[in-house]
């Protein structure tokens, strides 16, 4: 094969590539891309975080806990100098999230005030992730990515119930609020 067809093909592998990466955006990627970016705030919180005091979880929602290694959140917060900024990195966000690799569980909110929604991605028995998105028009956007192994989303639901009942200390979550006040 001469230099020339080699050449070729070394630069159609190179297109594909290329293109193939950049269809295929995801909210790891985003997270990444953006976490140190000026607007944005990021945190990766272990689950030990919460604290929770696992002898007050029934069986299920202690196997649900233990299927969540970590969460990560992105938030990105409204200021008077980067309105229009806001407004670009939502519709990426947005865009990300019309993947079909998200499954949408529930949506709420309204296109005044803000929008919430919560997806997965795996299937109904077993998800590696959840993604909570919400945005508040006024205050800014936060995703959040409940990343485990194998999470099951009725234990989880059981999970969230056990964890409202569980006696967390408020400033654990404090730094959370104060992003959108």
Request: net charge negative.
């Amino acid at each position: 094969m001469n230099t020339s067809i080699r050449n070729i093909i070394a630069l159609m592998v190179l297109v594909a590539t290329f293109v193939s990466c950049n269809q295929n955006s995801s909210l790891q990627a985003y997270y990444v891309d953006n976490e140190l970016k000026p607007g944005f705030t990021s945190v990766d919180i272990p689950t030990s975080f919460l604290k929770i005091d696992e002898t007050s979880l029934t069986p299920e929602q202690k196997e649900a806990y233990n299927s969540v290694d970590k969460l990560n959140m992105l938030a990105f917060v409204i200021t008077e100098d980067n309105k229009d900024q806001y407004q670009e990195e939502l519709a990426k966000v947005n865009s990300i999230l019309k993947d079909s690799k998200y499954n949408e569980l529930m949506r709420a909110g309204n296109s005044v005030d803000g929008k919430f929604v919560m997806k997965y991605i795996g299937d109904d028995d077993e998800v590696d992730e959840f993604i909570l998105f919400g945005n508040a028009n006024d205050k800014g956007f936060a995703v959040i990515r409940i990343l485990g192994d194998d999470m099951n989303p009725n234990q989880i639901a059981s999970l969230a119930q056990g964890i409202n009942l569980s006696d967390i200390d408020a400033s654990q979550v404090q730094q959370f609020a104060e992003m959108f006040k």
